[in-house]
């Protein structure tokens, strides 16, 4: 959930640019092959030593805007909502703000009580008792609440989940 | 007149020499004989003690509901059962007051916090973006934008459309902008690391501009202690130039017949009226009426110096009278 200001490159995508990194993630959660959410947005990829997708809502001045930033010399620190980060090693993780619309369109979910969820925002796995599939999957509270994307292990006859990113992030590293 | 024209015109805001008075009473509450100075000039010797005295007392804690997540009365049930009495502010639409806490979790670590359902915000740095009422189809800068309290909340009542330029010069602070930014849902800002002062060789001109400036804090002396000793009349003095010209170049991006607000968590008039009132004597620029708050009217006279009449229109808060931290707000209109 960086962010790659400095000698940074932004590029306006297409939706059929997005599309295959955006499925990536579709298929590790599997989720409905929707991509309705990103009708009414302008897509921007921010590229330096690593990427990060952007959308954010269209609005008449919004290119005009950028484009009068640039020409002072001024590259936006970051554009809307930040959805995907893309590694140098080409992989591609959601980020936080993509739960948002992820858990309206994927299957692979877990709900936690209350406590277990609260540990996995200190960035720390939990250990349960039930057989879940291995796999990826969105970790949600009772109350439907996001609480993180964890990976889940099979180890012996349990279960760990261990958090990739989860919602303490913002009070870890967000400042 | 040059802000250098404008700065020297009013250097006599900062000639203050503290009354046995003054110095008493900042031994008895430990302030700077030359702030407790000042507080006399503004409120009097009566309520500069009652002033003082509040100054002793942390505020209590409170919160923006984001209703761009939640709807604010499952918020409320939300943390009520797990043990936070919230009361809602009936002079803020979104603004709740903290009357009990459980001992875990802290209120700024719950899992609806992490969620982005709430803001902790003091009440009156809430004020700000109602008075700058920005519609759904504006576009609107926030000039000194870290940690995002204000940003967040102008997204909020924008719907998360239109669009905001929210303008963060410290690579430290831009961090937690960006954090909390993310963390409320926020879809409509274009974040910008670098210093406001550059947006003028733009060609930009906005509907709506925000200038919550970097100030002294003054206001903020029942939070923070070390305040009453920390800010001496040199350092003001930097404040009040460096926010005449913040202020210079607010309005100079903001387009004819925009809005400004100006505000800063002091209720130093050098960093305030004094401020804005550089707007009134240079441009065409008016100040509006602001009401619906519980606050007392800005000031047109400090030490002396005689400030445009219509500076009555921006309104202060008092921890002594407002229950809440010190603060002052302005709202001016460009001329077309």
Known sequence: ?175 | MTIEEYINKYNKLFSISPSLKAISLARKYNFLDYMVERYIRIMGDNETEEFLYSCSFPLKKSIRCNDLLIDCKKLEEKMARKGFELEKVPWLKHGYIVKKLPKKPSLGATIEYLSGYYYIQGLASMVPAYVLNPSENDIVLDMAAAPGGKTTQISQLMRNKGLVVAVEKSRERIRSLYSNINRLGVKNVVLLRTDSRNLIKSKLQFDKILLDAPCSGEGLIPEDPSRRTKTTIEDLKYFFMSQVELIDIAYKLLRPGGILVYSTCSIAPEEDEAVVNYLVENFNAKIMPISGYPSVSGLTEYNGIKFDDSLRYCIRFYPHKSGTEGFFVCKIMKGE
């Open chain 1, 1 to 175: 959930m960086q962010n790659n200001e400095g000698r940074v490159t932004i590029t306006r995508l297409t939706l059929k640019d997005v599309r295959i990194y955006i499925e990536k993630i579709f298929k590790l959660y599997n989720c409905e092959n929707n991509l309705d959410f990103l009708n009414d947005k302008e897509i921007y990829m921010f590229s330096f030593h690593f990427s990060t997708i952007q959308i954010i809502p269209k609005t008449n001045k919004l290119n005009e805007i950028i484009d009068a930033l640039r020409s002072i010399g001024l590259n936006p620190y970051s554009v809307g909502e930040p959805i995907i980060l893309i590694s140098e090693n080409g992989d591609v993780k959601p980020l936080l703000p993509f739960s948002r619309y992820l858990v309206k369109l994927c299957k692979n979910k877990i709900y936690l009580p209350e406590k277990l969820a609260e540990i996995l925002t200190y960035g720390k796995p939990v250990i349960l008792k039930e057989a879940i599939e291995e796999g990826a999957y969105l970790i949600m509270d009772k109350n439907d609440n996001f609480i993180a994307y964890g990976i889940v292990k099979r180890e012996k006859n349990k279960t760990k989940i261990i958090p990739e990113l989860d919602i303490g992030w913002y009070l870890r590293e967000g400042g």
